[in-house]
């Protein structure tokens, strides 16, 4: 299985809504982590629309995207779920499900208009929701004396590393979120500008993402 090192979510699910000759189309966009929680999102969303003439849905799910549903709901074949599919892959989306719901005003649209509908819808959606790109990054703990302090600081900066705590007593304990492609040369030149001195404890990993500045873990 190939390691993606990031990759956009849906932090914060929206909705949003277009006319299309009349028809209103209503998109609803929510994070999910299981296939059941795609499931039940679909059908708790038929059940507030169920007076609509449409509910269709597409779904993503996994970090190389390993499962991929999608529904017509009664419109023309590959004229509403895929598209949706389609913009949920191509806005690189991971995790989340989208329902476009339709209720119908009278004219027919064709394929073609029933694709730019579904598709404007779902992109009105996600326009409407936060959108984070989640990053998988490894979190070090980093011992050293008040010598090394000065070199370490240097080095997160040089390399625009995330320093989460640093707490000082009679030695610094500095810890930091590195991404794992910098890792092993975080970790070399941490090793060579203290001469090995300082001791370095990898804590695991963890996905986190950037919101207004801050750092945000998932």
Do not use: W
């Amino acid at each position: 299985m190939i390691i993606i090192d990031s990759f956009r979510i849906v932090y914060q699910g929206g909705t949003g809504e277009i006319i299309e000759k009349k028809s209103r189309f209503i998109a609803t966009v929510v994070p999910v982590n299981t296939e059941e929680e795609a499931i039940t999102f679909i059908e708790q969303t038929k059940k507030k629309y169920y007076d609509a003439n449409h509910n269709c849905f597409a779904y993503v799910i996994g970090d190389n995207n390993e499962i991929q549903r999608c529904s017509d709901d009664g419109e023309p074949v590959r004229t509403a779920g895929r598209p949706m599919l389609d913009v949920l892959l191509g806005e690189g989306i991971h995790n989340a499900a989208l329902v476009v719901t339709r209720y119908f005003g009278g004219t027919l649209l064709g394929t073609g208009g029933l694709v730019r509908a579904y598709q404007g819808a779902a992109k009105e959606g996600l326009n409407n929701s936060v959108i984070l790109e989640k990053l998988n990054g490894i979190k070090l703990q980093i011992t050293t004396d008040y010598n090394g302090i000065g070199k370490l600081q240097y080095i997160t900066s040089q390399m625009e590393i995330t320093t989460l705590d640093t707490e000082y007593t009679d030695i610094v304990v500095m810890t930091n979120l590195v991404p794992i492609e910098l890792y092993e040369q975080f970790e070399k030149k941490v090793v060579e500008a203290t001469n090995g001195k300082a001791v370095i404890i990898n804590s695991g990993n963890v996905s986190y993402a950037i919101m207004n500045h801050s750092v945000l873990i998932l």
